[in-house]
């Protein structure tokens, strides 16, 4: 039988998991409310508008290809305004050159625009929220467990 002996200079043992677990909850969970409020924001400032896509820009690099929409719209005030969305897509783009798509723009500034759908506003942080819920729930768990 072959005994196999590790020496780790930390060792966090039961309450620093603990505690670990419950700051990055809570460090999570800060970043995902922040960035939701952002969104929040965003939508609630911005205007809804359709735009049309007017190219995908191809970038190739060694190992993947990726595509991205650019978009030209009318805004409110009659002007059109061209803009790159900020999506990338890689293997092949789901747009094609003439394909309608929501965006939200801000007013005093055309050029910053979100895609108008669920993922693209809120994807992020509610990817943030739950992460700090599930570390909190580890944390929670590890308290009210029995030791071993």
Known sequence: ???VRTTTKVHLGRRGTIILC???GIL????????????????????SVEARVSDIKVSKSSKSTSYTPHVTFDTLDGETV????NVRYTNRSPYSVG??????YLQE????????????????PVIFI?????????????LISPKT
């Open 1 to 3: 039988m072959v005994t």
């Open 22 to 24: 419950s700051l990055l």
């Open 28 to 47: 999570l969970l800060i970043i995902g409310i922040s960035l939701m409020s952002r969104s929040v924001k965003f939508s609630n400032r911005g205007v």
């Open 82 to 85: 061209s803009v790159s969305l």
């Open 99 to 104: 394909d309608k798509v929501k965006i939200i």
């Open 109 to 124: 500034d055309p050029t910053t625009v979100i895609m108008d759908s669920f993922f693209s506003k809120y994807g992020l």
């Open 130 to 142: 739950l992460a700090g819920i599930v570390c909190l729930f580890i944390g929670a768990v590890r």
